[in-house]
């Protein structure tokens, strides 16, 4: 008896976590559900439900192309959006991400479809905008290195370096008498601040005596999250820092 009342207990809990995952709010002629995903930016996806003459219409209502936009790149999400689309089947219209005629019996499929794809698409969005990113601030690097150090002291390209355990790419590299200098572009969100770390720490493992010197290139200082581990384990250099400043850090 005792273990009926438990199970009805955690079916009743678990139904009410359920209805509070997806929320559901009727629009005229459509319905929205609010489902248990988050775009980059921390807004929830969402579904809409249209009813037409044959079937339904499953759209996300171009949401994914407003938060692709937010973030500054609804030029490549139109392109990006496109494939992910036909990756899941369903369609793009260079507005919404949606599945047209759809029987009653696959709504349940379609709201899958279309909510991992809008979802998809901004994430690989913001992915290739902080790629480019990354690559226009160590483009900047190398020609503050180059005007500090001359044009034959800095390869335009990633240097790799062996660690204590693994063999790391970082942005730049330089020998400055006798002694190997490394740079990591550092911008402002946690995922970049780690990279650096793990990359550094392992470097550091080596000790100081064969360690090469370690400086992170801040490009934005201010808004970079844990600054103070990261400075554990290379020195700041602010991007914008004078020729003289690039100068005396390595």
Sequence with gaps: MMAALATLS?????AEVARALV??????ESVRLSLPLLYPGGAMVGVELSRLRDGFLVSDAGAARREAGLLGGE?????????VAKRFAIRFDHNMIFDLDVAENQLVAAVMAVANAAKTAVENTAI???????????????????????????????????GSSE????????????KLALFEVVTPNANSVNSAVTKFLDVMDLGEEVAPK???????????????VLGRTSRILPADSSIE??????
């Design 128 to 162: 290739h905008l902080a790629t480019t990113e990354h690559a226009d601030h160590r483009a900047y690097l190398w020609d503050r290195l180059q005007a500090a150090y001359g044009a034959k002291s800095v390869q335009r390209q990633p240097v790799q370096f062996k």
């Design 23 to 28: 929320r559901v709010s009727a629009h005229e």
């Design 10 to 14: 955690i079916e009743k809990t678990a």
């Design 75 to 83: 030029r490549a999400f139109h392109r990006i959006a496109q494939d």
């Design 245 to 250: 400043q690039y100068r005396l850090v390595a």
């Design 214 to 228: 370690r400086i992170s290139v801040m490009t934005n200082r201010d808004k970079t999250p844990r600054l103070l």
């Design 167 to 178: 063999r790391w790419d970082f942005d730049a590299g330089i020998q400055v008498a006798g």
